[in-house]
């Protein structure tokens, strides 16, 4: 099995090293480069990483809008968003955005690599309750189309 | 009127399918954990759904006279308060996902095991959705390019009031209907804020407008009707 390549970016230093050190003695995954901005994150697209490791609070819309950009710049990468106690509409903005999947901080001990597999892999990595939220949000859009090519 | 509290309501299943080897098989997995009933074809379906008001409903899509969105709807429609899930012997993620998109609780497979479907029936009691990890796959590119649909739908794509603005500049108003500062801007297109801000100046000119505010405001109101 190829080596998935990964870039963490994340303002927040603790979490940051949290990643490093999980992710170091997997095998199969490599980190190709990190960052603790938005500007150095979306630079670290060149290495066009199949995952992209995300601190939520770097796609807030007062800022730069990180997950356009990145796909943008590196198409094929997959987002997955790191969160703190992050507030589910947030979560649920940056997945319409395109990001694949979220890990509460809690969660990165067990579910990390999981997480990178399976995105990796072409599946999403969200909760239950989040695809209920995630319906209701397409629902939302469907209803406000007019869609004439629709039966 | 029976109270809507969980803890205390009887779960009622209606297990609804031609085929009774799924009937029986459904049924026997989920006797420990709920009051079963059954329905053989559409009519017994919407009778029963309407006298039994159950808490979730088993629906084989390959009984007869089920078409797609619609007749989901009909469905829903005699009890509204009745969960569905939805069963397929060939799961699609675009199906799945416009089921889902019309209101159903569930979409799996017909083969899928009792055990799981147990828990399926469980987690949809308790509100929540169960799908295959495929049709939330393609539940995410739906909405991701729904969202960019709806985004890009308030831009002036072809307004021909913008005749005068050269590729660039158009991409930079583009970018102010939909509401980016110029530092989004600069990020988006590789150049500075200041490079946007000198296009900005020459834009509001050619337009005539003030500032970017009625720059938003005069894009916005010159929305091009869609189709």
């Not at chain 1, 990001?99 to 067990?110: E, F, I, N, S, V």
């Not at chain 1, 990390?112 to 949000?137: C, F, N, P």
Request: charged share 25%.
């Amino acid at each position: 099995m190829p080596t998935i390549t990964v870039v963490v970016a994340d303002s927040d230093k603790r979490r940051l090293s949290a990643c490093m050190s999980l992710l170091r003695s997997t095998r199969g995954i490599k980190v190709v480069a990190t960052g603790r901005s938005v500007r150095e994150a979306v630079e670290t697209t060149r290495h066009q990483p199949q995952i992209f490791l995300l601190d939520l609070k770097m796609t807030r819309t007062n800022d730069a809008p990180a997950i356009p950009l990145i796909r943008t710049k590196s198409p094929k990468t997959q987002i997955i968003l790191l969160t703190g106690n992050a507030s589910g509409a947030r979560v649920l903005n940056g997945i319409a955005q395109g990001a694949r999947g979220y890990l509460d901080a809690k969660m990165l001990r067990r579910f990390l690599t999981k997480a990178i597999r399976a995105v990796a892999a072409g599946e999403s990595w969200v909760s239950r309750a989040m695809v209920g939220k995630l319906i209701d949000q397409l629902a939302r859009l469907m209803a406000q189309e007019t869609s004439p090519g629709r039966a | 009127m029976v109270s809507d509290h969980g803890a205390a309501q009887v779960l009622k299943v209606l297990v609804a399918s031609a085929v009774s080897a799924r009937r029986i098989e459904w049924s026997q997995a989920l006797q420990k954990v709920a009051i079963l009933h059954e329905a053989l074809d559409r009519p017994m379906v919407e009778q029963k759904l309407a006298t039994l008001k159950p808490v979730i409903l088993l629906l084989d899509l390959s009984l007869p006279d089920l078409h797609g969105q619609k007749s989901f709807a009909e469905i829903q429609k005699v009890s509204p308060s009745t969960r569905i899930i939805l069963l397929t012997k060939t799961p699609t993620e675009t199906e799945g996902t416009s089921m889902l998109e019309a209101g159903a609780k569930g979409y799996c497979s017909t083969e899928m095991d009792p055990v799981l479907l147990v828990k399926a029936v469980k987690m949809v009691q308790k509100g929540e959705v169960w799908v295959g990890r495929k049709v939330i796959s393609h539940l995410l590119d739906t909405l991701v390019s729904l969202t960019e649909q709806h985004r890009n739908r308030s831009l002036p794509q072809e307004d021909p009031s913008l005749d005068g603005l050269t590729p660039r500049e158009k991409e930079i108003v583009q970018q102010i209907g939909g509401g980016s500062s110029n530092k989004e801007i600069a990020y988006h297109l590789h150049v500075s804020e200041k490079t946007v801000k000198a296009h900005l100046t020459s834009i509001f000119r050619k337009l005539g407008v003030s500032d970017r505010l009625h720059l938003a405001l005069y894009v916005n109101g010159h929305r091009p009707s869609m189709r």
